[in-house]
Protein backbone atom coordinates (compact mmCIF):
# COMPACT_ATOMS: atom_id res chain seq x y z
CA UNK A 1 0.00 0.00 0.00
CA UNK A 2 3.03 2.47 0.97
CA UNK A 3 4.38 1.79 -2.44
CA UNK A 4 1.46 2.58 -4.53
CA UNK A 5 0.60 6.03 -2.76
CA UNK A 6 3.40 7.40 -5.17
CA UNK A 7 1.88 6.29 -8.28
CA UNK A 8 -1.63 6.97 -7.42
CA UNK A 9 -0.50 10.90 -6.81
CA UNK A 10 1.68 11.21 -9.91
CA UNK A 11 -1.77 9.68 -11.49
CA UNK A 12 -3.75 12.81 -9.53
CA UNK A 13 -1.53 15.57 -10.82
CA UNK A 14 -1.64 14.69 -14.36
CA UNK A 15 -5.41 14.30 -14.35
CA UNK A 16 -5.54 17.77 -12.53
CA UNK A 17 -2.77 19.49 -14.97
CA UNK A 18 -5.16 18.16 -18.16
CA UNK A 19 -8.67 19.26 -16.73
CA UNK A 20 -9.22 23.14 -18.14
CA UNK A 21 -10.24 25.19 -15.09
CA UNK A 22 -13.45 27.41 -15.56
CA UNK A 23 -12.53 31.44 -16.39
CA UNK A 24 -13.30 33.50 -14.03
CA UNK A 25 -15.33 35.84 -15.75
CA UNK A 26 -17.97 32.94 -16.40
CA UNK A 27 -18.53 32.49 -12.79
CA UNK A 28 -18.98 36.08 -12.33
CA UNK A 29 -21.38 37.03 -14.83
CA UNK A 30 -23.79 39.43 -14.07
CA UNK A 31 -27.29 39.10 -14.06
CA UNK A 32 -29.43 41.62 -16.41
CA UNK A 33 -32.14 42.73 -15.37
CA UNK A 34 -34.69 45.49 -17.01
CA UNK A 35 -38.20 46.70 -17.98
CA UNK A 36 -39.62 48.68 -20.86
CA UNK A 37 -42.78 50.97 -20.03
CA UNK A 38 -44.85 53.44 -22.02
CA UNK A 39 -43.52 56.60 -20.93
CA UNK A 40 -44.01 60.45 -21.88
CA UNK A 41 -41.06 63.50 -22.16
CA UNK A 42 -40.53 62.87 -18.62
CA UNK A 43 -40.49 59.26 -17.78
CA UNK A 44 -43.09 56.31 -17.18
CA UNK A 45 -46.46 57.55 -16.79
CA UNK A 46 -48.13 54.88 -15.31
CA UNK A 47 -49.88 53.27 -18.56
CA UNK A 48 -49.36 48.91 -19.02
CA UNK A 49 -49.83 49.93 -22.96
CA UNK A 50 -50.11 51.94 -25.39
CA UNK A 51 -53.54 52.26 -26.83
CA UNK A 52 -54.37 54.82 -29.73
CA UNK A 53 -57.14 55.29 -32.51
CA UNK A 54 -55.96 56.96 -35.89
CA UNK A 55 -57.34 58.19 -38.81
CA UNK A 56 -55.14 56.49 -42.25
CA UNK A 57 -51.75 58.74 -43.01
CA UNK A 58 -51.59 60.63 -39.08
CA UNK A 59 -48.32 60.45 -37.59
CA UNK A 60 -47.77 60.65 -33.78
CA UNK A 61 -44.86 60.57 -31.46
CA UNK A 62 -45.19 58.21 -28.74
CA UNK A 63 -42.50 57.64 -25.62
CA UNK A 64 -40.72 54.25 -23.93
CA UNK A 65 -38.43 54.07 -20.97
CA UNK A 66 -35.97 51.40 -20.99
CA UNK A 67 -35.15 50.99 -16.91
CA UNK A 68 -31.87 48.95 -16.30
CA UNK A 69 -31.52 47.27 -12.79
CA UNK A 70 -28.14 45.71 -13.49
CA UNK A 71 -24.92 46.85 -11.90
CA UNK A 72 -23.35 47.80 -15.41
CA UNK A 73 -24.03 49.06 -18.31
CA UNK A 74 -26.42 46.97 -21.23
CA UNK A 75 -26.87 47.68 -25.03
CA UNK A 76 -30.54 46.93 -25.93
CA UNK A 77 -31.97 46.23 -29.54
CA UNK A 78 -35.17 48.18 -29.74
CA UNK A 79 -37.82 45.90 -31.80
CA UNK A 80 -41.55 46.63 -33.19
CA UNK A 81 -43.28 43.39 -34.33
CA UNK A 82 -46.83 42.22 -34.65
CA UNK A 83 -48.94 41.25 -32.00
CA UNK A 84 -51.02 38.29 -31.35
CA UNK A 85 -52.46 36.58 -28.44
CA UNK A 86 -50.63 33.08 -27.61
CA UNK A 87 -53.60 29.42 -27.26
CA UNK A 88 -53.29 30.45 -23.59
CA UNK A 89 -54.49 34.22 -23.87
CA UNK A 90 -51.03 36.01 -23.28
CA UNK A 91 -50.06 39.05 -25.63
CA UNK A 92 -47.02 38.19 -27.27
CA UNK A 93 -44.87 39.76 -30.30
CA UNK A 94 -43.38 37.94 -33.96
CA UNK A 95 -40.15 36.51 -33.22
CA UNK A 96 -37.31 38.52 -34.67
CA UNK A 97 -36.96 35.84 -37.70
CA UNK A 98 -40.59 36.21 -38.78
CA UNK A 99 -41.28 39.64 -40.90
CA UNK A 100 -44.28 42.06 -39.88
CA UNK A 101 -47.10 42.98 -42.57
CA UNK A 102 -49.58 45.18 -39.73
CA UNK A 103 -48.95 47.40 -36.89
CA UNK A 104 -45.84 46.11 -36.46
CA UNK A 105 -44.83 48.01 -39.70
CA UNK A 106 -46.11 51.38 -38.12
CA UNK A 107 -43.50 51.76 -35.45
CA UNK A 108 -39.92 53.28 -36.02
CA UNK A 109 -37.78 53.55 -32.97
CA UNK A 110 -33.90 53.45 -32.98
CA UNK A 111 -32.33 50.41 -33.17
CA UNK A 112 -30.00 50.54 -30.12
CA UNK A 113 -29.48 52.25 -27.26
CA UNK A 114 -27.21 52.28 -24.12
CA UNK A 115 -28.61 52.65 -20.53
CA UNK A 116 -26.16 53.02 -17.79
CA UNK A 117 -26.38 51.18 -14.35
CA UNK A 118 -29.32 51.65 -12.37
CA UNK A 119 -30.44 54.39 -14.86
CA UNK A 120 -33.89 54.78 -16.96
CA UNK A 121 -33.88 56.43 -20.73
CA UNK A 122 -36.27 57.70 -22.58
CA UNK A 123 -36.87 57.35 -26.05
CA UNK A 124 -39.14 58.43 -28.54
CA UNK A 125 -40.75 56.95 -31.44
CA UNK A 126 -43.39 57.37 -34.25
CA UNK A 127 -46.12 55.75 -35.35
CA UNK A 128 -47.49 56.47 -38.93
CA UNK A 129 -50.41 54.97 -40.11
CA UNK A 130 -50.88 54.36 -43.59
CA UNK A 131 -52.73 55.96 -46.03
CA UNK A 132 -54.64 52.90 -46.96
CA UNK A 133 -54.66 51.15 -43.15
CA UNK A 134 -57.98 48.92 -43.29
CA UNK A 135 -60.04 49.83 -40.42
CA UNK A 136 -60.00 48.27 -37.24
CA UNK A 137 -57.24 46.83 -35.24
CA UNK A 138 -53.67 46.53 -35.71
CA UNK A 139 -51.80 44.92 -33.12
CA UNK A 140 -48.30 45.28 -32.15
CA UNK A 141 -45.54 44.97 -29.29
CA UNK A 142 -42.54 47.04 -28.52
CA UNK A 143 -39.26 45.88 -27.03
CA UNK A 144 -36.32 46.08 -25.77
CA UNK A 145 -33.98 43.20 -26.23
CA UNK A 146 -30.49 41.54 -25.28
CA UNK A 147 -29.00 38.47 -27.24
CA UNK A 148 -26.52 36.00 -25.55
CA UNK A 149 -24.72 33.47 -27.31
CA UNK A 150 -24.41 29.96 -25.34
CA UNK A 151 -22.04 27.67 -28.00
CA UNK A 152 -23.91 27.88 -31.09
CA UNK A 153 -27.21 28.49 -30.18
CA UNK A 154 -27.96 32.86 -29.66
CA UNK A 155 -30.85 33.45 -27.40
CA UNK A 156 -32.77 36.25 -27.28
CA UNK A 157 -34.44 38.16 -24.06
CA UNK A 158 -36.82 40.75 -24.45
CA UNK A 159 -39.14 42.81 -22.56
CA UNK A 160 -41.97 44.86 -23.56
CA UNK A 161 -45.64 46.08 -23.91
CA UNK A 162 -48.39 45.45 -26.08
CA UNK A 163 -49.68 48.84 -28.57
CA UNK A 164 -52.36 48.22 -29.98
CA UNK A 165 -53.42 50.42 -32.74
CA UNK A 166 -56.69 51.04 -34.31
CA UNK A 167 -57.36 52.42 -37.97
CA UNK A 168 -60.70 54.98 -37.69
CA UNK A 169 -63.57 53.57 -39.81
CA UNK A 170 -66.65 51.44 -39.84
CA UNK A 171 -65.47 48.30 -37.90
CA UNK A 172 -66.82 44.79 -37.82
CA UNK A 173 -67.28 42.76 -34.79
CA UNK A 174 -67.75 38.49 -35.91
CA UNK A 175 -66.54 35.43 -34.11
CA UNK A 176 -66.76 32.51 -36.27
CA UNK A 177 -68.03 29.53 -34.73
CA UNK A 178 -66.07 26.49 -36.69
CA UNK A 179 -65.54 22.76 -36.36
CA UNK A 180 -68.43 21.93 -33.70
CA UNK A 181 -68.11 18.47 -31.93
CA UNK A 182 -70.47 17.17 -29.46
CA UNK A 183 -70.08 14.22 -27.27
CA UNK A 184 -72.81 13.01 -25.08
CA UNK A 185 -71.20 11.18 -21.66
CA UNK A 186 -74.42 9.01 -20.18
CA UNK A 187 -74.60 8.55 -16.40
CA UNK A 188 -74.61 4.80 -15.62
CA UNK A 189 -77.11 5.75 -12.92
CA UNK A 190 -80.64 5.12 -14.95
CA UNK A 191 -81.91 7.28 -12.46
CA UNK A 192 -79.49 10.74 -13.30
CA UNK A 193 -79.12 12.22 -16.41
CA UNK A 194 -76.15 12.61 -18.31
CA UNK A 195 -73.18 15.45 -19.89
CA UNK A 196 -72.92 17.05 -23.24
CA UNK A 197 -69.28 17.94 -24.13
CA UNK A 198 -69.48 20.70 -26.78
CA UNK A 199 -66.07 21.91 -28.56
CA UNK A 200 -65.23 24.27 -31.34
CA UNK A 201 -63.36 26.88 -32.07
CA UNK A 202 -64.04 30.40 -32.44
CA UNK A 203 -62.14 32.64 -35.49
CA UNK A 204 -62.14 36.69 -35.41
CA UNK A 205 -63.00 37.23 -39.22
CA UNK A 206 -63.73 40.73 -37.89
CA UNK A 207 -61.83 43.97 -37.81
CA UNK A 208 -61.66 44.50 -34.10
CA UNK A 209 -60.51 42.58 -31.17
CA UNK A 210 -63.63 41.07 -29.79
CA UNK A 211 -65.01 38.73 -27.06
CA UNK A 212 -68.32 36.57 -27.16
CA UNK A 213 -71.32 35.83 -25.30
CA UNK A 214 -71.77 32.30 -26.10
CA UNK A 215 -74.52 29.85 -25.36
CA UNK A 216 -75.01 26.28 -26.30
CA UNK A 217 -78.19 24.65 -26.19
CA UNK A 218 -79.05 20.87 -26.37
CA UNK A 219 -82.68 19.54 -26.76
CA UNK A 220 -84.33 16.35 -27.92
CA UNK A 221 -86.97 15.50 -30.75
CA UNK A 222 -89.61 18.57 -30.42
CA UNK A 223 -87.24 20.49 -28.28
CA UNK A 224 -87.84 18.18 -25.29
CA UNK A 225 -85.50 17.79 -22.74
CA UNK A 226 -83.73 20.95 -23.49
CA UNK A 227 -80.77 22.08 -21.74
CA UNK A 228 -79.09 25.61 -21.60
CA UNK A 229 -74.78 26.25 -21.06
CA UNK A 230 -72.90 29.17 -21.24
CA UNK A 231 -69.64 29.19 -23.51
CA UNK A 232 -68.04 32.78 -23.42
CA UNK A 233 -65.19 33.29 -25.80
CA UNK A 234 -62.12 35.18 -24.09
CA UNK A 235 -60.65 38.42 -26.09
CA UNK A 236 -59.60 37.26 -29.83
CA UNK A 237 -57.54 39.55 -31.96
CA UNK A 238 -58.04 39.94 -35.73
CA UNK A 239 -57.41 36.57 -37.51
CA UNK A 240 -56.94 35.21 -34.09
CA UNK A 241 -58.87 32.23 -32.77
CA UNK A 242 -59.91 30.40 -29.66
CA UNK A 243 -60.43 26.87 -28.42
CA UNK A 244 -64.13 26.79 -26.28
CA UNK A 245 -64.91 23.78 -24.18
CA UNK A 246 -68.03 23.73 -22.34
CA UNK A 247 -69.95 20.89 -20.31
CA UNK A 248 -73.98 20.87 -20.56
CA UNK A 249 -75.08 18.76 -17.23
CA UNK A 250 -78.70 17.24 -17.07
CA UNK A 251 -78.55 16.26 -20.52
CA UNK A 252 -81.39 12.96 -21.17
CA UNK A 253 -80.22 10.49 -23.93
CA UNK A 254 -83.56 11.05 -25.89
CA UNK A 255 -82.24 9.95 -29.41
CA UNK A 256 -81.26 12.41 -31.63
CA UNK A 257 -80.12 15.59 -29.71
CA UNK A 258 -79.47 18.66 -31.66
CA UNK A 259 -76.79 20.97 -30.16
CA UNK A 260 -76.55 24.40 -31.23
CA UNK A 261 -73.82 26.98 -30.65
CA UNK A 262 -74.81 30.83 -30.11
CA UNK A 263 -72.01 33.62 -29.86
CA UNK A 264 -72.77 37.12 -29.95
CA UNK A 265 -69.93 39.60 -30.00
CA UNK A 266 -68.88 42.36 -28.20
CA UNK A 267 -66.06 44.92 -28.29
CA UNK A 268 -63.88 45.82 -25.42
CA UNK A 269 -65.38 49.63 -23.70
CA UNK A 270 -68.45 51.45 -25.77
CA UNK A 271 -68.66 49.89 -29.06
CA UNK A 272 -68.09 52.93 -31.90
CA UNK A 273 -70.75 54.32 -33.65
CA UNK A 274 -71.66 52.30 -36.56
CA UNK A 275 -70.01 48.90 -35.41
CA UNK A 276 -71.40 46.16 -37.51
CA UNK A 277 -72.02 43.51 -34.56
CA UNK A 278 -72.33 39.94 -36.42
CA UNK A 279 -73.79 36.81 -34.23
CA UNK A 280 -72.71 33.72 -35.48
CA UNK A 281 -74.64 30.16 -35.24
CA UNK A 282 -73.83 26.50 -35.38
CA UNK A 283 -75.26 23.28 -35.12
CA UNK A 284 -74.35 19.76 -34.56
CA UNK A 285 -77.13 16.38 -33.92
CA UNK A 286 -75.53 13.61 -31.94
CA UNK A 287 -77.56 10.13 -31.12
CA UNK A 288 -77.69 9.47 -27.30
CA UNK A 289 -79.67 6.34 -26.78
CA UNK A 290 -80.72 5.94 -23.15
CA UNK A 291 -78.70 2.30 -22.27
CA UNK A 292 -78.75 2.57 -18.42
CA UNK A 293 -82.13 3.06 -18.81
CA UNK A 294 -82.52 0.31 -21.24
CA UNK A 295 -80.94 -1.99 -18.94
CA UNK A 296 -83.40 -1.04 -15.92
CA UNK A 297 -86.17 -1.80 -18.35
CA UNK A 298 -84.94 -5.09 -19.58
CA UNK A 299 -84.16 -5.82 -16.09
CA UNK A 300 -87.24 -5.18 -14.86
CA UNK A 301 -89.34 -6.79 -17.22
CA UNK A 302 -86.93 -9.64 -16.45
CA UNK A 303 -87.96 -9.62 -13.17
CA UNK A 304 -91.91 -9.39 -13.78
CA UNK A 305 -91.49 -12.34 -15.82
CA UNK A 306 -89.62 -14.26 -13.60
CA UNK A 307 -91.71 -13.07 -11.02
CA UNK A 308 -95.34 -14.24 -13.23
CA UNK A 309 -93.21 -17.55 -13.94
CA UNK A 310 -92.99 -18.60 -10.38
CA UNK A 311 -96.62 -17.45 -9.72
CA UNK A 312 -97.80 -19.81 -12.59
CA UNK A 313 -95.91 -22.98 -11.09
CA UNK A 314 -96.94 -21.96 -8.04
CA UNK A 315 -100.40 -21.84 -9.36
CA UNK A 316 -99.87 -24.92 -11.41
CA UNK A 317 -98.80 -26.62 -8.18
CA UNK A 318 -101.66 -25.57 -5.90
CA UNK A 319 -103.55 -26.94 -8.62
CA UNK A 320 -102.25 -30.34 -8.79
CA UNK A 321 -102.01 -30.45 -4.94
CA UNK A 322 -106.02 -29.61 -4.80
CA UNK A 323 -106.83 -32.23 -7.69
CA UNK A 324 -104.76 -34.94 -5.71
CA UNK A 325 -106.50 -33.54 -2.86
CA UNK A 326 -109.96 -34.12 -4.05
CA UNK A 327 -109.00 -37.46 -5.41
CA UNK A 328 -108.03 -39.21 -2.76
CA UNK A 329 -111.29 -37.49 -0.73
CA UNK A 330 -113.54 -39.49 -3.34
CA UNK A 331 -111.33 -42.86 -2.65
CA UNK A 332 -111.52 -42.65 0.79
CA UNK A 333 -115.48 -42.05 0.38
CA UNK A 334 -115.75 -44.64 -1.90
CA UNK A 335 -114.09 -47.22 0.56
CA UNK A 336 -115.72 -45.98 3.57
CA UNK A 337 -119.15 -46.88 1.70
CA UNK A 338 -118.33 -49.89 0.67
CA UNK A 339 -117.16 -50.77 4.00
CA UNK A 340 -120.46 -49.90 5.99
CA UNK A 341 -122.68 -51.83 3.28
CA UNK A 342 -124.98 -54.26 4.27
CA UNK A 343 -124.26 -58.30 3.00
CA UNK A 344 -126.67 -58.94 0.46
CA UNK A 345 -129.26 -62.17 0.36
CA UNK A 346 -127.67 -65.29 -1.75
Known amino acids: MIR ?44 RWIERTLDPGQVVTEHLAVRNFSDAAVVFALKAADGYLTDKGRFTMLPSHQP ?31 PDATPGDHPAGIAATVTSSGGTVAVESRVGFRVMLRASGAITASLAVGDPDATYRPSW ?86 ADLRPTTATVTVWALPWPQLALAVGLAGLVLAY ?39
Open 100 to 130: SVAGGTWIKVRETVTVGARQTLVVPFTITVP
Open 189 to 274: NPFAAGTMRVRYTATNDGTVAATGRGRVTVSGPFGLARRDGVADVDQTLPRGSRAVDVRVPGVWAVGPLRTAVDVSPAVDGDAPAG
Open 4 to 47: TLPRLLAVLAVLLATVPSAPTAALAEPTLTWAVQPADRDGPDGR
Open 308 to 346: RSVVRRRRRRLARLLAQARAEGRAETRVSTLAGSPPRDS
